[in-house]
């Protein structure tokens, strides 16, 4: 596929150019955030099994890289949101164990409240686009 040819994208379905969709790509990585803190709030959690309960918010293929996964996790300790210390009780190497601190608790919360309002707004946003009209 040449530079200028369109492509479908993968995580959302519309054309794009050249493989770079501008389609929130941000909003869903940041979406992550308050998906890890709820599965922190169950129990703490190693990266690998965090990755694997992501899909329950409907990440999965593309969305659900690695890299992502792991930079959001250092993103929320370094906010003081998640704290992790490094668990040598299994058979294999040492692996970071992640918990949910107090003001990770205070964080999801917040978020709870934002995304209720902004579902909110995307609930109407479609009954307007679904009308053929902007108001």
Not at 39 to 52: C, S
Not at 70 to 82: A, F, P, T
Not at 95 to 123: D, F, N
Request: glycine fraction near 12%; charged fraction near 30%; hydrophobic fraction near 35%.
């Amino acid at each position: 596929m040449g530079k200028g040819d369109a492509a479908v994208c993968q995580s959302h379905g519309h054309g794009h150019r050249h493989g770079s969709c501008r389609c929130a790509a941000t909003s869903i990585e940041r979406f992550m955030q308050p998906c890890l803190l709820l599965l922190l709030r169950r129990r703490p959690a190693h990266g690998y099994e965090l990755m694997r309960s992501l899909e329950e918010f409907g990440f999965g293929g593309e969305d659900l890289d690695p890299g992502t996964v792991y930079r959001n996790l250092r993103r929320l300790e370094e906010e003081g949101l998640v704290s992790s210390r490094w668990d040598t009780s299994g058979g294999g190497p040492a692996r970071r164990l992640y918990h949910l601190t107090p003001e990770g608790e205070e964080m999801l919360a917040a978020w709870a409240e934002v995304i209720l309002h902004q579902k909110s707004r995307l609930e109407l946003f479609l009954e307007k686009y679904r009308e053929g009209r902007l108001e």
